[in-house]
């Protein structure tokens, strides 16, 4: 009885090790922070998501941007979602993940074994048809 105990927890001790082993590849992103022309050398976006516009922030005229961090994970998705900025506070961020976590990324030919990237992107919200990157970081000051 006790060697059948001891073999059954033996059994389920490794199973969780390979667990781990699996979920934890080991694989580390390489860092595209600032080299956007190197990312779309191993990842392109395949499918993008347009935030849904706050209603309270749209009737009250108010435009902003949310910057973020994150991973493409091997799976072309985004993982590890970080805010770096937020303009103005904390008005667009709901929205703006929920769209971040739609986007999809394909591995270029030269990313056949999909090398995991960090990388930023800013998701813009304006109520004027075109508001340039700048304007969002002076809304900053």
Not at 79 to 107: C, E, G, H, M, Y
Not at 109 to 114: F, P
Request: some cysteine; charged content about 20%.
């Amino acid at each position: 009885m006790r060697r059948i105990l001891f073999l059954t927890s033996a059994l389920a001790l490794s199973a969780c090790n390979s667990t781990s082993v699996v979920q934890d590849s080991g694989i580390q992103p390489i860092d595209f922070v600032g080299d956007k022309n190197a990312l779309e050398k191993m990842w392109i976006v395949s499918k993008n998501d347009y935030p849904i516009y706050p209603t309270d922030a749209a009737r009250r005229g108010i435009s902003g941007c949310v910057d973020f961090s994150f991973v493409i994970d091997s799976e072309g998705k985004a993982q590890n979602i970080q805010v770096i900025k937020a303009i103005p506070d904390s008005t667009f961020i709901s929205s703006a993940t929920k769209s971040l976590k739609k986007f999809r990324w394909q591995p270029t030919k030269s990313n056949d074994e999909r090398q995991p990237a960090i990388t930023t992107l800013q998701l813009d919200f304006s109520t004027t048809p075109v508001m340039k990157v700048a304007e969002c970081i002076a809304g900053d000051a």
